[in-house]
């Protein structure tokens, strides 16, 4: 008999969870903030993490990667590193493959919106594109304004003369 089960067997603890060692990019939201993190380790109900600053202990945190989001609660932090705990089955084959098909345990569909190119002559391109769509529209909402404004002064000039001709007329 090992320690280690020797040891569960005598306080009647469970056995813990098969560990996946990995080294994953992820972010982490934290309170109202997102974090970029380092996912160390995972198996079928946890996570351990390394980030800048380790949440506080018993805290909630949502952690995305690619479609993959997890909700976990804080069961250790200690310096820059924490230990989380799932509820939900965590996919680790997906998580460390970062499979865009496979959905995530809550069954949202979501997208990684950071996934998405934004090369710097694209982004040019788009605002030149929305400024000259906001020139057009500004130009022809003043072109109609013009063109009211002058139907009404030269509707007010033949008023006047017509108003004369029609008493006269009368």
């Known amino acids: 008999m090992t320690v280690r089960a020797w040891a569960c067997s005598a306080f009647a603890m469970k056995p813990r969870e098969d560990r996946q060692k990995v080294m994953i990019k992820a972010r982490m939201l934290d309170g109202a903030s ?9 198996s079928l109900h946890g996570l351990g993490i390394q980030s800048a600053k380790a949440p506080e202990r018993g805290t909630y945190v949502e952690i995305r990667r690619g479609r993959q989001t997890i909700i976990a609660r804080v ?7 924490a230990g989380l705990r799932s509820q939900d089955p965590i ?4 998580l460390v493959s970062g499979n865009e098909n496979t959905p995530s345990p809550s069954g949202a569909s979501l997208t990684e919106r950071r996934a998405q190119p934004r090369a710097p002559a694209t982004m ?5 594109l929305a400024g000259r769509t906001m ?7 003043l072109a109609v ?3 009211l404004a002058g139907a009404n002064a030269i509707g007010e000039a033949l008023a006047r003369p017509l108003s004369a ?3 006269a007329l009368v």
């Open 135 to 141: 020139e057009f529209a500004f130009l022809a909402v």
């Open 34 to 42: 997102w974090h970029d993190i380092c996912i160390l380790n995972c």
């Open 75 to 81: 069961a250790w932090s200690k310096g820059h590193r």
């Open 145 to 147: 304004s013009i063109a």
């Open 91 to 94: 996919f680790v084959s997906a």
């Open 124 to 128: 040019h391109s788009n605002s030149r």
């Open 165 to 167: 001709v029609n008493q």
